[in-house]
Every structure is written in C-alpha cells, then in structure tokens.
C-alpha cells in the first residue's frame, strides 16, 4: 500500500469517487430498486480501498495472494460494484444491469453469478465471522508475519445482530492482527437513526473492550482513511477496527443524513423530497459540481 | 434373511449385540481423515468431548478452533475458513447446530458454495434425561430443505465413521446427523457404504415380498428385528437402511415399492418435512404404494431413557409391526 498521497493524488481519487457514485445513481435509476444512502456514504472508503489499498490484480481476480475483502452489509454492493468496475474487474457498462434478470449484479452479492465475489451477503451479521475464518486459516498456513490483510466491511445498524459479537470475542481471542474491519457509521438504519432504534454508543469502547485496536475517521477524507489503514496495518498483535464516520447519501443534498433513503432509488416518491421525476437529474448535476468543487478546493 | 452381501455383524440378532455410541464413529473418522489431509480443521462450540472431536483436537491442537458457546458464528467461521481451501468440521448438538444457526447455514455455507462439515450429535432421543430441549426432532427437515446440502444418517458407529471419512472427501456440504447413547453394532467394516446409495439389509434383492422396511439411522436395527420376528407370522419384510437422506437413492428406493407393494417408513424425527417425507416425495412421483410412516406426530420430547421416549412416542418395534400389518392391510 503507497502511503505519501500526493494532491495529485487526492484529486484523482475524489474524481474516481464521484464516478463512483455517479454510477450508483444510474445503476440505481435504471434497476428502479436499491438501497442509495450506504451505497453513497460509502464511496470514498470503497474508491481508496480498490484504487490504494487492497493488494489485488483486477486481471486476475483470483490470484491467491490478495488481501481479501468481505462486504458484511450486502445491500450496499452497488457502490461495491462500481468500484470494481471503474478498477478494471468489468466493464462499467455492465452497470446498468444491476438488479436485472440474468445479471452477474444481482441485488445482493451471490458469487453463483459473480464468482470473483469473496462472499454471498444480505442478511445481516455474518461478515465478521467470515473474515475471521479466513483471516485464521491463513495464520496456519502462512503464520503471523503473512502479508496478506482481510477487510471486512459493516455497517452500524447490522452491529444490533449478536453473531458479530461472537466474531469479536474470537478475533480478540485469537490475536488476529491480519483482521480490518471497518464500521460505516452513518448513523441510519431502516426504521430511524441507529441511536433511536438500538442504541450502539459508546461504540469505540465497546471494539475496545473486545480486544480491538480502534480508529475513529472522517470516512471521505482519503487522508485519514489511509492513514487509518495503515496504523491498523502495523497492529501485529490483535484485530483492528476503523469506525468511519461518514454521511449516508454524501454528494446528494436531498438524501444526505436522512434513512428515508437508506433502502429507495432516486425515482421514489418521498413526502418533502424532490419530485421523483427530477431526482436524478437533481443528483447527477450536484454529484458532477461535487467533482468541480473538489477539485478548486485543491488546486 | 440378512442379505449376505452386505456382510452385517453375525452377531446381530444375539441379545448381548455389541453397543457403541454412534458419535465415537465420527470421532474415530474425524481423526482417520485428520490424519490424511492436513486441510481438514475442526471448530467446536463448547462440545469438544460430548461430541468426540476431542480424539483431532488432541492430536492436532493447531487445526483445532474452539469458537465458545456461539453456534451462529461457528457456522460462519468456517464458511471463512472454506473459502481458503480449509476443509472445516463444525461440531455440537443438532439442536443447536443446525438448531440455532440456520440461517448463517443457509447463507454463509449453502447459498455461498463453502463445502463445510456439519456434525449434529444427541439427535432424536439419544440425549433422553436432558429433556425436549436437547432432542433434535427437526434437524432432518431443516438440513434436507437446503440446496447443496447433503445429508447423512448413519445406522451404527462404523457407518459413522465411514460416513466422516467420506464426507471429508466429498468436496460438498454434508451434514452428518449422530446419536449419543449406545447403540447395536449392524455393520462391519466390510459393509458397502456409499454416500447417496441404500442397502439393503434384509431380504433379497429381485424377490418380491409383503413389505417393504425403510429406515434411517439407529432405528435400522429395530426393523431389522421386527422384520425377522416376521417371519414366524409368515410375513415377509425387506429392509432398507437409507444412511443417505439426501439425496435419496431414487432407484432403489423404486425398486422396493415395485417388489413389496407397501413401504413403512422408521426415523427418530418429526413425521412432518422428515425422512418418511423424502421417501413420499420419490415414491409419490414416481411408484405410488400405500405407505406409514412412523415417526414423531408433531410433539415435543421430554426426559426419558431414550428406549423409553421411543416407547411413548409410538417409535418402537411393536409400533413398527403395526405399520407393518396395517399397511399390508391396504394393498388392493
């Protein structure tokens, strides 16, 4: 992993993320079913994971010496798949098949379809563990100085489900020092805000208490995501969590920090929101003077 | 008579038939398979002992993950650990593994393609005294309705450990359901044991007969009993040990319903998405007959010796005799 981001640098990773998420409004649009506010919040993490972090070859996506990285809270793939394909594992293009009959994107990842896919994800609290298995088998066979990392991706509502912490108990048993996971706090779940529904605070202590070294980030400033990961990294003797702390529905006024769109497409009929017939315009046009606004703040 | 081919214990229909736990088969494999391919991992909810995977833990302590009393994760951990090339083994009582961790089951190990091990011991009402909660009655239903699930009941401890060790080199999703308390020795090493294939055990072959016995697990030996005590009564019984629920071996189940005409049907398990079920499903397509099933009738167990609970629950030899008569009794 490069760590000296360069503005150029920075400028070039906040464009691949407003392609990113330019892709999601379309994907999401056009499969007219999804889940946009994750999917958005989450772009910056995803556009630095696929485009700095992760030691993976999108030539050969099963080349076993990557790192691996196991999306817990599937409906967020979208993001997910558009990373992938704005790095080189598809065509961008095949985008727009998301959700659809016969498509490799289905509306949760199922790597029956698409087997570069770590893991087949949707219902909630799994991920965790998975990674954990991974991350275990691969200290018995390559030892604790392996230099292959295993990320897991969750999101904050999924915390509410038990299994994840039987996972934490283990990794923090098991001393797994080749295990990330990085926590998409933005605060929204189905019904309302995480807090109002199943209150997780204090969250950092808690990782804590089970044997986690604990980050907390800005989870849109690449800087931070980076240097997050890397001090994870060098944690050679037990787990590490990264809270990002980050907007759900970032680049889109109307959406931003509000769970009405933590499971709707633009195209929704929403009480106080845009007609459904200008959303996506509406958050297309703020999405590319997003990138403007990026780029003047660096130049 | 027992059909010599399948090289039964001689010694079956002595009253002092040797007893073994059919667990101790699967711990005797475990290890057996341990020993040939360094793959195979074993992860253990708690029940390292109660469910004989201490024999690999202690030979093998670095291939060996004690996960605590989380079956949920247990299920997924090793789906984890499959993805890297592990073969992993996941251990505890049937009723909490498949009985709590359906779903990550489903999700994490079938629908994801993870070949994983699944064993589930005290099933039926081999864990007598500990109660209803302890006995699974409903792991057959839950694990046969999956896809890519494969599921095996075996009849004694040596078909448990050659079960084990063909599951090890199935590459598949198998769950091997066991039973706690001693049990009679039927087989012996030399009996044929493949998976996804019946035996048959009692009868011959080609020959036509009154009845048809298909049984899974234990019970085997009970039909076994009442088709020769049978033979006094001029009735002639086949029997057939279906050690592999699924998939079910479609052929031979056929074959009986073809030369016996009547199928009873014998397993220590709800009647309701069972063994009997899967039978039904094949032969209703397939060759109707008229079929009993004997099994449980949608109740809970409780505390008991388990050959008592068998009693009370109508799943002894007097209730598969009656079966037996009666649906004899409704051939045309």
Known sequence: MQNNLTDEKIKFLEEKARDIRVSVIEMLVSAGSGHSAGSLGMADIFTALYFVILKQDPKVPSWPGRDRLILSNGHIVPVMYAAMAHSGYFPVKELLTLRKFGSRLQGHPHRDFLPMLETSSGPLGSGISQTVGMALADRMDRGKSSDRFFYCITGDGELDEGQNWEAMMLAGKEKLGNLIVIVDRNNIQIDGYTEDVMPLEPLAHKFESFGFHTEEIDGHNFEEIIEAVGRAQAVFDGPSIIIAHTIPGKGVSFMERDFKWHGNPPGTEIAGEPPKGEQEKIALKELHSLGGQITSQHE | MLNPNQKLNPKLFDKDVEQIPIRKGFGEGLLE??????????????????????????????????????????????????????????????????????????????????????????????????????????????????????????????????????????????YIRLLREKTPVITTTDSPFEIGKAQLYYGEEKAKADVGIVATGSLVYKALKVAENLKKENISAKVLNVATIKPLDIDVLVSLAKTCGAIVTVEEHQIACGFGSAVAEVLSQNFPVPMEFIGVKDQFGQSGTPNELLEYYEIGESHILFAVKKVIGRKN
């Open chain 2, 33 to 174: 398979a341990g020993e040939k391919n360094s793959d195979i991992v074993g992860l253990s909810a708690d029940l390292t002992e109660s469910t004989q995977m201490h024999l690999f833990k202690n030979k093998f302590p670095e291939r060996f993950i004690e996960v605590g009393i989380a079956e949920q994760n247990l299920a997924s951990v090793a789906s984890g650990l499959s993805a890297m090339g592990k073969i992993p083994f996941i251990s505890s009582f049937a009723a909490f593994s498949p009985g709590r961790n359906w779903e990550q089951i489903r999700t994490t190990i079938c629908y994801n393609n993870r070949p994983v091990v699944l064993i589930g011991s005290h099933a039926g009402f081999s864990d007598g005294s500990d109660g209803g909660t302890h006995q699974a009655l409903e792991d057959i239903a839950l694990t046969r309705v999956l896809p890519r699930m494969t599921v095996i009941s075996p009849c004694d401890s040596i078909e448990a450990r050659k079960a084990t060790l063909a599951a090890a080199e199935s590459g598949g999703v198998v």
